[in-house]
T-cell receptor, first 110, second 113 residues
């Protein structure tokens, strides 16, 4: 079982819709979770971090964490074509060790 | 300064060459990382330096040799690479405490011919 799992997609949503990206992790000891956005040919960019159960909102982005279910999600409201990218979920599976999921490709159509 | 700077951006090298990748940050981060990313795959951890000391080596072949001359600089020395080592090499840095996200550099696109 992979440590961090994501559906590879693509997830297609129309402009203005809510995009919902999901991630599960296997290590119950993981305490910190991150969402990175990566455009094709570019490096990952940190967009959200979450450590506690519940929701965390930042602008159009909301991260959700459920440690009992070992589940992390990212909601993008009012999706824009510029949000089209691969979204990587990552978990701290040990001190100094950040493990990435395979990423979900998001396509937002105008 | 909130950036991690990597040079060069692109590198083509032969299998008998020796080259180095460089990474620099001035955010006061005490942990620095090398990741390797193949096309359509997630980044894979190679090395971690904490307070200028190598703390994690993810069983990386010895043809990759990391070096941390000081708290702001990280190098990756390359020697006798194989074509399958062609990838995007990413440097990252973070505060050296649990729960902090990494800041990535723009990467070096390496092609081994």
């Amino acid at each position: 079982q992979k440590e961090v799992e994501q559906n590879s997609g693509p997830l297609s949503v129309p402009e203005g819709a809510i995009a919902s990206l999901n991630c599960t992790y296997s290590d119950r000891g993981s305490q910190s979770f991150f969402w990175y956005r990566q455009y094709s040919g570019k490096s990952p960019e940190l967009i959200m971090s979450i450590y506690s159960n519940g929701d965390k909102e930042d602008g159009r982005f909301t991260a959700q964490l459920n440690k009992a279910s070992q589940y992390v999600s990212l909601l993008i409201r009012d999706s824009q074509p510029s949000d089209s990218a691969t979204y990587l979920c990552a978990a701290n599976t040990g001190f100094q060790k950040l493990v990435f999921g395979t990423g979900t490709r998001l396509l937002v159509s105008p | 300064d909130t950036e991690v700077t990597q040079t060069p951006k692109h590198l083509v090298m032969g299998m008998t060459n020796k080259k180095s990748l460089k990474c620099e940050q001035h955010m006061g981060h005490r942990a620095m990382y090398w990741y390797k990313q193949k096309a359509k795959k997630p980044p894979e951890l190679m090395f971690v330096y904490s307070y200028e000391k190598l703390s994690i080596n993810e069983s990386v072949p010895s043809r990759f040799s990391p070096e941390c001359p000081n708290s702001s600089l990280l190098n990756l020395h390359l020697h006798a690479l194989q074509p399958e080592d062609s990838a995007l090499y990413l440097c990252a840095s973070s505060q050296d405490r649990r729960g902090t996200g990494y800041t990535f550099g723009s990467g070096t696109r390496l092609t081994v011919v």
